[in-house]
């Protein structure tokens, strides 16, 4: 299994722009689908985006597309969340999770992803 460790977290004002890095250890990066998910206090966690090992698939939470860009770098086994325009509602930690590339990619559940990170903090203040 792949190992997950999330970075980038922050502070910022609604409208500002931050991006979100996650890092895969342990395990050929390129093998997994790796999404995102967010979870804000009192609520269920939500799918965010996914991409596939290749990069060329991707698939984005409800309202999201547009504002929110994943891409990755399977060479530095990385995978990145680009947030723009954010508001105080995007305010959650945010999750890395992957799951082997032979899943269906478009399957948001969190059950599907096997591997998860700790999460990092993103606040957007008003």
């Known amino acids: 299994q792949v190992q997950l460790v999330e970075s980038g977290g922050g502070l910022v004002q609604a409208g500002g722009s931050l991006t979100l890095s996650c890092a895969g250890s342990?395990?050929?990066?390129?093998?997994?689908?790796v999404g995102w998910f967010r979870q804000a206090p009192g609520k269920e966690r939500e799918f965010v985006a996914v991409i596939g090992w290749s990069g060329r698939m991707t698939y984005y939470g409800e309202s999201l597309e547009g504002r929110f860009t994943i891409s990755r770098d399977n060479n530095k086994g990385t995978a990145d969340l680009r947030m723009n325009s954010l508001k105080p509602e995007d305010t959650a930690v945010y999750y890395c999770?992957?799951?082997?590339?032979?899943?269906?990619?478009?399957?948001?559940?969190?059950?599907?992803?096997?591997?998860w990170g700790q999460g990092t903090q993103v606040t957007v203040s008003a």
């Open positions: 999770a992957a799951k082997p590339w032979d899943r269906r990619g478009s399957d948001y559940s969190t059950e599907s992803f096997a591997s």
């Open positions: 342990g395990a050929t990066f390129s093998n997994y689908w």
